[in-house]
């Protein structure tokens, strides 16, 4: 099956380390997309890329900085973790437009890491 | 004002009634909704699309869209337990070209 997989599946790690989140997809997608999800606040966008040569800031994109391998790949980094970062962070992916009308916008979420920072 | 906005609930509903969750957003061109299930500690599930006003059905699911009113609703009918969770509407801004979600409606049936 198509799938979006993200590695690992819960981290804690120790304030000013600096720890990478992986996202791979076997979906055939364009655009891939960086989430954190904390209570009360639902999912904000870290950062964005629509293809390989791509990458754009989402609303909350301090204190992060992400790297687009290759098509299927997307990767987070949090160069010096700190305990507001603790929350549950979701990779997701949407087609490009290719004539496809709007559904291009759906956009299909990873299973998560859920990365605490004492 | 939020972009997106959602009632946060809980809403509690007995099996097999009608559970209502409802939706506003700001932007007025806004041209593409979504709602997406999210169970505890897992991932988001997009459950429905709309791109038209009026209604779309989906099984037990009935999306409703009123841009006039800029308001997006879920009808989930013969609720069951297993429908328990967080419901999170999603719009598509035209500014930005992203999803902007809401923080969720959580949603309790009681069977």
């Known amino acids: 099956d198509a799938d979006v997989t993200q590695t690992p599946r819960n981290r804690i790690t120790k304030t000013g380390k600096r720890i990478m989140l992986e996202c791979s997809q076997t979906?055939?997608?364009?655009?891939m997309y960086w989430y954190r999800q904390d209570p009360g606040l639902g999912l904000r966008l870290i950062y964005y890329s629509f293809d390989v040569k791509d990458i754009n800031k989402g609303e909350i994109s301090d204190g992060y900085s992400v790297s687009r391998q290759a098509q299927a790949k997307f990767s987070l980094s949090l160069e010096s973790a700190i305990p507001n970062q603790t929350a549950l962070y979701f990779c997701?992916?949407?087609?490009?437009?290719?004539?496809?009308?709007?559904?291009?916008?759906?956009?299909?979420f990873g299973p998560g890491t859920r990365l605490t920072v004492l | 004002q939020k972009e997106v906005e959602q009632n946060s609930g809980p809403l509690s509903v007995p099996e097999g009634a009608i559970a209502s969750l409802n939706c506003t957003y700001s932007d007025r061109v806004s041209q593409s909704f979504f709602w997406y299930r999210q169970y505890s500690g897992k991932s988001p599930e997009l459950i429905m699309s709309i791109y038209s006003n009026g209604d779309k059905e989906d099984g037990r699911f009935t999306a409703q869209l009123n841009k006039a009113s800029q308001y997006v609703s879920l009808l989930i009918r013969d609720s069951q337990p297993s429908d328990s969770a967080t419901y999170l509407c999603a719009v598509r801004m035209e500014y930005g070209n992203k999803l902007v979600f809401g923080a969720g409606t959580i949603l309790r049936v009681k069977s």
């Open positions: 979906k055939g997608h364009d655009r």
């Open positions: 997701a992916t949407s087609d490009s437009p290719r004539d496809r009308g709007p559904l291009y916008n759906e956009q299909f």
